[in-house]
């Protein structure tokens, strides 16, 4: 076999039991082949081994024999993390971190990519304290760098992390994982509940610690209720949370001015403790359904043809969508195979424009702020054909009258990446109930401009964001829970 096999995923379904025969053919003949490879086996074996006994000892349980590897004593080379790269199952734990770690990846954002870190253990160094242990530390990303030196992958974290750079995972006795991207500061106050001073952190509740809890500065406590969330203490926004899966409640308790608030958030929500948008009141944002908003419901639609479920051409023929995989358009910024497409105009006629639009079930609220934003691109053979600087608009119209009601506009310069523009819209109070019409537009003309270029969008997404009723203005410093001496 060549270098470039990758047996990891083969050994992780070996040591969880899941392997097929003919894997485990191939596997076998990856060990004899090369004694290297044996010892690769042996190495990540026995990784599988210890983290199991040091989970079932976290869980309280007795550790279980396994079947382990030839070389119990062998330390663990460098490479990816069990506890990212593979669903490790503790054997008799009734435990599977595969669903959780393969939400992990889907959350937007961005999530570890870790390896053990070279440090020997006899130069790490050893904690010093009686106070209990909540959470153990179960990955590291390689640029890892902690206020109070090294960690050790696996170690017991019984005082607050300082990351300064880089990320960091922590598991919670009760199965909760938390992500932790640096510089950010966290606590772990219980075996199911934690606290964010400063930074962001993704969670990932399991069942089996339903109701986990995580306190934040503005006396803002965010309480699990099936979820997977992200949280941020930041200097000027506050507290924000965004759910990516399931619901959250976010609690408030009443300080200064401020009333108790209670809020539960579904999937696509964002909460602000103090949205400087609207006077630093607290505020929740809204994903408003867009019908095929990345244009893949329909494969069969090409530029010319029949338009994507959803969306309509104002002038046929001059728009539609395309498959990006087969025609090598895109390198970056793409999501899904499909991205939309808008044509140039062919007379110089500015009443006359070439976009592809959707009409929305919801019409403009009043005292609300409202948010599109759409990944923007433009072919790579673009550049091969000599085009120009190729022009694109977005907007926001009344649907039943096509008055614009905003819009932004620019231009791409770099072909075969699709990047994010926003447009930020805040409705007068006359456009109050008008109906909302996305309209993605390709501005140029045959007729003015000399090389006039396709544009590509994709990734269409609008959310509506209004102050929480009632929320008097916040004060414009962060306060918190409580401070953490150095």
């Not at 995923?9 to 040591?15: E, G, N, Q, Y």
């Not at 190495?43 to 382990?68: C, I, K, M, V």
């Not at 590897?69 to 506890?83: C, L, Q």
């Not at 009344?398 to 791409?412: F, M, N, V």
Request: proline share 7%; aromatic share 6%.
């Amino acid at each position: 076999m060549s270098d470039a096999f990758d047996a990891i995923p083969l050994i992780d379904a070996w040591l969880d039991g899941e392997i097929s025969t003919d894997d485990a053919a191939t596997l076998d003949a990856w060990i004899a082949a090369d004694p290297s490879h044996a010892e690769r086996f042996t190495t990540r074996a026995n990784l599988h081994a210890r983290l199991r006994t040091r989970y079932q000892t976290l869980r309280g349980e007795a550790p279980q024999a396994t079947s382990a590897s030839p070389h119990a004593d062998a330390e663990p080379a460098p490479g990816r993390s069990v506890w990212y790269a593979k669903g490790f199952r503790g054997q008799g734990s009734g435990f599977s971190f595969k669903a959780a770690i393969a939400a992990l990846i889907l959350i937007a954002a961005a999530l570890l990519y870790v390896f053990l870190p070279s440090t020997p253990r006899s130069q790490l160094p050893v904690p010093h304290s009686n106070a209990p242990s909540f959470a153990i530390l179960s990955d590291l990303s390689d640029d890892a760098t902690f206020a109070d030196g090294e960690r050790s992958l696996g170690a017991d974290l019984t005082a607050p992390i300082r990351l300064i750079k880089g990320r960091a995972q922590i598991m919670f006795k009760s199965t909760a994982v938390v992500d932790l991207t640096g510089p950010c500061t966290f606590e772990m106050t219980g075996p199911n509940c934690g606290r964010l001073h400063a930074g962001k952190v993704s969670v990932l509740v399991r069942p089996e610690a339903h109701g986990f809890t995580l306190d934040a500065p503005d006396h803002v406590r965010i309480i699990d209720l099936g979820t997977a969330f992200r949280a941020e203490a930041d200097e000027t926004r506050g507290v924000e949370v965004a759910v990516t899966q399931g619901h959250v409640r976010i609690e408030r308790t009443a300080h200064d001015d401020a009333p108790a608030r209670q809020i539960e958030l579904a999937v696509g929500d964002i909460c602000r403790s103090r949205d400087p948008r609207f006077g630093g009141r607290m505020s929740v944002a809204h994903p408003i359904e867009v019908t095929n908003p990345s244009f893949e419901a329909d494969e069969r639609n090409m530029a010319g043809g029949p338009m994507p479920r959803g969306w309509r051409s104002v002038i046929p023929g001059r728009a539609g969508c395309e498959d990006h995989l087969t025609n090598g358009n895109f390198t970056t910024g793409v999501d899904g195979r499909f991205v939309g497409l808008v044509n140039y105009r062919l007379t110089n006629d500015p009443s006359v424009i070439s976009a592809m639009t959707q009409n929305l079930a919801d019409g403009v609220e009043a005292d609300s702020i409202y948010e599109l934003t759409v990944a923007v691109g433009r072919r790579i053979d673009h550049d091969t054909r000599g085009a120009a600087p190729t022009q694109w608009a977005i907007a926001l119209c009344d649907a039943a009258t096509g008055r614009e009601l905003a819009s932004t506009r620019g231009q791409i310069t770099h072909a075969g990446v699709m990047t994010d523009q926003t447009l930020v819209y805040i409705p007068a109070d006359a456009d109050a109930g008008r109906p909302i019409q996305i309209r993605l537009i390709n501005p140029q003309d045959a007729a003015v401009d000399a090389r006039p270029g396709q544009i590509n969008f994709d990734a269409v997404r609008l959310m509506r964001l209004a102050p929480v009723a009632n929320d008097p203005v916040a004060s414009p410093a962060i306060s918190s829970l409580k401070e953490i001496t150095p």
